[in-house]
């Protein structure tokens, strides 16, 4: 019997020395380095590139530090054109730093003492019949949360259940700089958004104001899409009727080739001046959310 309390005692002993261990490791800065290695490996693990260059975790201090974040773009765009989306990631983060109030922890409403982001670099890419955002979200290996086939049907209604409610979040300082998203579609288009700083606002204020910081950027997504796209057709179409006009051109005298020649000229004239109007609509389109963008908080 003496034995076998010794074995148990043994035994507690080992795992509570481990888990003190454990617990030295993560509260000194130790989690931090084990977020750095396992992240982008678990992201490879479910079809995501991700590297990370430095994390900072102290739990105690409610401090976390995060810098040099880049995820890749999937990995169909980087093979159809490896100069733009291999050299270009898909997002990027030069430095997200969150400085939690503790305290708080034990009040009706958390805190954030401090809230930095930037560096921030998004590319919304209009190629290959598709987005860049819709071939990454594909190419993600998650469970799918689809209900099974065979499940039964449920014939009572559910009673209604009280939504729990979330604490609030209040934040003592933000402060958003040096962010971007570019658009692409044939040439790039960023959009630079406005720093932001605030003082003493809450998570649902914050939610709001960023709201307005990115309206812009969709207006660009929107007329991206529409614009470039006509353009490039429109310059196709020109390309293709000189192509026909100099072929039947060259198979006859010189006078001919002159005609064809001119003919060409025409049409790429037309060509051009339509890409120039595509593209300085767009650049309208562009220029209002510039402008847009930059007397957001001037008020």
């Known amino acids: 019997m003496k034995k076998c309390l010794r074995i148990v005692w043994k035994t507690l002993l080992t795992l509570l020395t481990i888990i003190a261990v454990v617990l030295i490791f993560i509260l000194g800065g130790g989690l931090g380095p084990i977020v750095k290695f396992a992240a982008p490996k678990v992201a490879k693990h479910f079809g ?33 054109n490896a100069k733009v989306y291999v050299d270009t990631p898909l997002a990027k983060l ?52 689809a209900p099974s086939k065979e499940a039964p049907v449920a014939t009572e209604e559910a009673e209604p259940t009280t939504p729990t409610q979330i604490p609030d979040v209040r934040l003592a300082y933000v402060h958003l700089e040096d ?12 959009v630079p958004l406005p720093p932001m700083t605030l003082e003493d606002t809450n998570s649902r204020s914050l939610k709001e104001k960023l709201k307005e910081c990115l309206a812009p950027v969709g207006k660009v ?45 025409e049409t790429l ?31």
């Open 48 to 80: 995501a590139g991700v590297s990370l260059e430095r994390c900072v975790i102290l739990p105690m201090a409610g401090y976390i530090r995060i810098e040099g974040v880049r995820v890749e773009n999937p990995e169909f765009f980087r093979r159809q």
């Open 221 to 265: 997504v929107g007329g991206a899409g529409d614009t470039l796209g006509a353009a490039v057709n429109i310059l196709g179409d020109g390309l293709g009727k000189t192509a026909d006009v100099l072929g039947t051109g060259l198979g006859k005298t010189t006078d001919t080739v002159g005609s064809g020649l001119d003919t060409t000229t």
């Open 269 to 299: 004239s037309d060509g051009a001046k339509a890409v120039g109007e595509k593209a300085k609509a767009l650049g309208e389109s562009a220029g209002e959310a510039v402008k847009s963008l930059k007397g957001l908080f001037s008020k």
């Open 179 to 190: 962010n971007s998203v570019t658009i692409r579609k044939f040439v790039s288009i960023p």
């Open 94 to 145: 030069g430095k997200l730093e969150i400085d939690f109030a503790m305290r708080s922890l034990f009040t009706r409403e958390y805190v954030v003492d401090r809230l930095e982001v930037s560096g921030v670099r998004a590319l919304y890419a209009f190629d290959f019949d598709t987005t860049n955002i819709d071939a990454f979200q594909q190419e993600l290996k998650l469970p799918s949360n």
